[in-house]
């Protein structure tokens, strides 16, 4: 008796790495949450964002990224170009959001730059330079 040739490993296994579970939906959502609410290199330029309101931008950044980048998909594609765009996608729209928040009026939480103007003395040296040469030889 003769068994029937097993399929090709090709065939058999076709590993495809969209659409993501939920549970990475999640996961994603998560994460950007986390960048928008704490300090990252993100926020140092253009400040955080209370928890509440990053959740809800999250949750917007995520679905509108999943609903662009889901029709972008064909029967022929293994999902990673689709992952691609749906994570540039992701990328874009938060720094979306982020700019959008830091220009408005209504962004109280927003963090100063780290660095100062150039213009701008430090505080140290002009409390140096207020001391008249005269004051200096009399004491």
Same mark, same amino acid.
Do not use: C
């Given at each position: 008796?003769?068994?029937?040739?097993?399929?090709?490993?090709?065939?058999?296994?076709?590993?495809?790495?969209?659409?993501?579970?939920?549970?990475?939906?999640?996961?994603?959502?998560?994460?950007?949450?986390?960048?928008?609410?704490?300090?990252?290199?993100?926020?140092?330029?253009?400040? =955080?964002? +209370?928890? @509440?309101?990053?959740?809800? *931008?999250?949750?917007?950044? $995520? !679905?509108?990224?999943?609903?662009?980048?889901?029709?972008?998909?064909?029967?022929?594609?293994?999902?990673?170009?689709?992952?691609?765009?749906?994570?540039?996608?992701?990328?874009?729209?938060?720094?979306?959001?982020?700019?959008?928040?830091?220009?408005?009026?209504?962004?109280?939480?927003?963090?100063?730059?780290? =660095?100062? +103007?150039? @213009?701008?003395?430090?505080? *140290?040296?002009?409390?140096? $330079? !207020?001391?008249?040469?005269?004051?200096?030889?009399?004491?």
């Amino acid at each position: 008796m003769m068994l029937p040739p097993a399929p090709s490993p090709a065939r058999s296994s076709h590993l495809s790495i969209w659409p993501p579970s939920q549970r990475t939906r999640d996961a994603v959502i998560s994460r950007l949450i986390e960048t928008l609410s704490t300090p990252s290199v993100l926020s140092k330029r253009y400040g =955080t964002i +209370p928890t @509440d309101e990053a959740a809800e *931008a999250a949750r917007r950044i $995520e !679905e509108e990224a999943f609903a662009a980048s889901r029709h972008s998909t064909t029967p022929e594609d293994d999902g990673l170009e689709i992952l691609q765009q749906y994570s540039k996608e992701i990328s874009k729209r938060m720094l979306e959001t982020v700019k959008a928040r830091a220009g408005s009026d209504t962004a109280p939480n927003n963090i100063a730059p780290a =660095t100062p +103007p150039l @213009d701008v003395p430090h505080p *140290a040296d002009s409390a140096a $330079e !207020e001391v008249p040469a005269s004051d200096e030889a009399a004491a």
